[in-house]
């Protein structure tokens, strides 16, 4: 599916700098959400947005700001990069009631 | 809090032989599961929902409310199943919002 994008595909930082990674989806879907799929972790919830400028907390959100001025991108941004938060990051998008998930390729962040 | 257990961290089965990947859910509620599939250097996609009640490639997964669980069958595994697979949650009637598993990698070997 062509039609949720994330970039950049690959990203490394440095502790303590600003990071953002973006999505775009094509559909007009009303629902974005951010994931970070680590080993033994699975996929967790970071932040999600059922509209243009509505966004709530996910599982763990911390660290983490996000926006959503247009319907098609939801951008996320680490504000000072941690270690921890070196992981893959999933970007998906959703019609709503109860439509699947459609998942864009994913950003693999290292944080030296 | 709704909560999504899928023991098996890694599963390994013959080519022909029967597989199946288990899910457990806590929620009080009346859920809604999936199971989505990540092929290797391919996105997670969808491969069932438990309110479509279809077959996908071959996997089946029926929704015991009673054991709260919603495993993933198939009778006959191929190589070409071999992927992540994770077992996902969503309260009914409200957020969108998906609970996932922690997944199982499934290896088939040949």
């Known amino acids: 599916d062509a039609g949720i994008t994330q970039s950049p595909r690959y990203k490394i930082t440095e502790t303590g700098r600003q990071v953002t990674l973006m999505c775009h989806q094509t559909w007009s879907h009303s629902y974005m959400f951010w994931y970070r799929q680590d080993l033994g972790h699975g996929l967790r919830l970071i932040y999600y947005?059922?509209?243009?400028?509505?966004?709530d907390k996910g599982e763990v959100p911390d660290g983490y700001v996000v926006s959503r001025s247009k319907t098609e991108n939801f951008p996320l941004t680490l504000e000072s990069a941690t270690r921890s938060q070196t992981s893959v990051y999933f970007c998906?998008?959703?019609?709503?009631?109860?439509?699947?998930?459609?998942f864009g390729n994913g950003t693999r962040l290292t944080v030296t | 809090a709704q909560r999504v257990t899928q023991p098996e961290k890694l599963l390994s089965v013959f080519k022909g032989a029967p597989v199946e990947l288990k899910c457990n859910y806590s929620y009080s509620g009346s859920p809604e599961l999936f199971w989505y599939v990540q092929y290797s250097r391919q996105r997670l996609q969808l491969l069932l929902r438990?309110?479509s009640r279809e077959s996908i490639k071959g996997f089946t997964a029926d929704l015991n409310k009673g054991e709260t669980s919603f495993h993933l069958k198939k009778p006959f595994a191929q190589e070409e199943d071999s992927a992540m697979y994770y077992c996902a949650l969503k309260r009914s009637g409200g957020s969108e919002k998906l609970v996932f598993g922690k997944g199982t990698k499934l290896t088939v070997n040949p």
């Open positions: 998906a998008s959703s019609g709503g009631s109860g439509s699947p998930l459609h």
């Open positions: 947005s059922a509209a243009a400028d509505i966004t």
């Open positions: 438990h309110i």
